[in-house]
């Protein structure tokens, strides 16, 4: 039987040690390609580049057996558009993202370059997962998480995820989980998001910040209530974004 | 009664056409504040700027009465975060984003800085509208369209939007709107997405292009089908991506 093919990506760039890790885990499940940005690219959503031309370096100092390393000048999600039709050598068989350094709870996902390139492979009809830690630091143990990365991606690469929906686990920094829960994305927002920068010239510059506002702490099947109090939280992601339910209330807006 | 105050952004840059055209029309209906990016931004998605800072400069060469206008060196979700923080004298009544210059239909959406910003006024808590034309051109005939971009806003502005719920509105470009439908985001994906781009220091080089693939095309209730026969899309699109329905079929993955 043919070895399973697993991509990986993050948004913390090729060297981050999130991947690196992520990487030691896959390759006891498969063969793996990394096709990641060359540099850092936290906050990149789903962003694509169409004002210039992205390149594609081989980094075979970071290889071994098993392992093939590419490095990318674009985003997240062009890393995997560009893993798909001009590295891998057939259609992977799971594609996971991270470890990232920094949660993607809540509304955190929709800046997350993380979760962009997952959303990217399950839109091309590819078992996807992103992986995030709660965590402010670049060195990081991610020996407690090392299970169950690896039972997670392991259970996809065998049944598979249904149609457009993909997995968002994230872990709280802690020496041993509480359990693992799967969670709904919990409701907040950041506030507070700007600091002046200081500009020498006197234009308005700003550094983005912020805080982030839970709006629902006592719901315990959010994903942030999972994080808070220990639990690694696993929610299904999906791609269609209708709001079903408020449909019928725009009628009178058709013509 | 205080005017009603409209926040307006974009991901072409607040040069383009399309927001110039919808800054005229929201004028009938309020005080207007762009806050666009000072270029384009197509692509942009949810995009957050994290590595450097942002400067805001203001373009008084383009004001009018009830119209101030601002130029940000930011991604469109930058945009929308200043504006509500450092710019706007109050909480805006309504955020309306575009005229798009080609439609954030199906699963475009992901990519749309357009829509990036309108996800971000929705999370804010702001009613938040996206409009988008379907097509090539930098300089159009939004005639047609005008119309019902008044008369949604409008009514946004008198009811306001579920919570957490936003509108993704797309227009074919058509001399007359064969009428306006309630859709759901249609399946599609891109394919055949890179061609080479000739580096000639001899790395692997590539642009970004691609073709749409729809993948429910006789579906007459996507905002694909929509646009494809003439008629105007209204998508209510919502923050929370949970897939509920697959969250009883994870449970095994559960500690």
Same mark, same amino acid.
């Given at each position: 039987?043919? &070895?399973?093919?697993?991509?990986? %990506?993050?948004?913390?760039?090729?060297g981050?040690?999130?991947?690196?890790?992520?990487?030691?885990?896959?390759?006891?499940?498969? +063969?793996? =390609?990394i096709?990641?940005?060359?540099?850092? /690219?936290?906050?990149?959503?789903?962003? =694509? %580049?169409?004002?210039?031309? @992205?390149?594609?370096? /081989?980094?075979?100092? $970071?290889?071994?057996?098993?392992?093939?390393?590419?490095?990318?000048?674009?985003?997240?999600?062009?890393?995997?558009?560009?893993?798909?039709?001009?590295?891998?050598? &057939?259609?992977?068989?799971?594609?996971?993202?991270?470890?990232?350094?920094?949660?993607?709870?809540?509304?955190? =996902?929709?800046?997350?370059?993380?979760?962009? #390139?997952?959303?990217?492979?399950?839109?091309?009809?590819?078992?996807?997962?992103?992986?995030s830690?709660?965590?402010?630091? &670049?060195?990081c143990?991610?020996?407690?998480?090392?299970?169950?990365?690896?039972?997670?991606?392991?259970?996809?690469?065998?049944?598979? *995820?249904?149609?457009?929906?993909? *997995?968002?686990?994230?872990?709280?920094?802690?020496?041993?989980?509480?359990? $693992?829960?799967?969670? /709904?994305?919990?409701?907040? /927002?950041?506030?507070?998001?700007?600091?002046?920068?200081n500009?020498?010239?006197? $234009?308005?510059?700003?550094?983005? %910040?912020?805080?982030?506002?839970?709006?629902?702490?006592?719901?315990?099947?959010?994903?942030?209530? #999972?994080? +808070?109090?220990?639990?690694?939280? @696993?929610?299904?992601?999906?791609?269609?974004?209708?709001?079903?339910?408020? $449909?019928?209330?725009?009628?009178?807006?058709?013509?």
């Amino acid at each position: 039987m043919e &070895r399973k093919l697993i991509l990986i %990506t993050n948004d913390d760039g090729v060297g981050a040690q999130g991947i690196q890790e992520l990487a030691q885990l896959m390759l006891q499940l498969g +063969d793996v =390609i990394i096709v990641a940005p060359d540099s850092p /690219r936290s906050g990149a959503a789903c962003y =694509i %580049t169409c004002t210039q031309a @992205i390149t594609l370096g /081989r980094r075979v100092d $970071m290889e071994q057996e098993g392992l093939q390393v590419y490095a990318c000048s674009g985003s997240p999600v062009d890393c995997v558009k560009l893993a798909l039709e001009q590295v891998c050598p &057939r259609v992977p068989d799971l594609l996971v993202s991270g470890i990232n350094h920094g949660d993607n709870a809540s509304c955190s =996902i929709h800046y997350s370059g993380t979760m962009g #390139a997952v959303l990217e492979g399950c839109m091309k009809g590819i078992p996807s997962v992103g992986y995030s830690l709660r965590t402010l630091k &670049r060195k990081c143990d991610f020996s407690p998480y090392a299970e169950q990365v690896r039972l997670i991606a392991q259970t996809v690469l065998s049944q598979g *995820l249904p149609q457009d929906v993909c *997995l968002n686990v994230n872990f709280p920094e802690v020496a041993e989980l509480a359990g $693992m829960r799967v969670c /709904r994305m919990g409701r907040g /927002r950041w506030v507070q998001e700007w600091i002046s920068a200081n500009n020498p010239r006197g $234009m308005n510059a700003f550094w983005l %910040t912020g805080r982030f506002l839970n709006l629902e702490p006592h719901s315990e099947d959010t994903d942030y209530w #999972a994080l +808070d109090h220990g639990y690694g939280a @696993i929610t299904p992601i999906q791609i269609d974004m209708t709001a079903y339910s408020v $449909m019928d209330s725009l009628k009178s807006l058709e013509s």
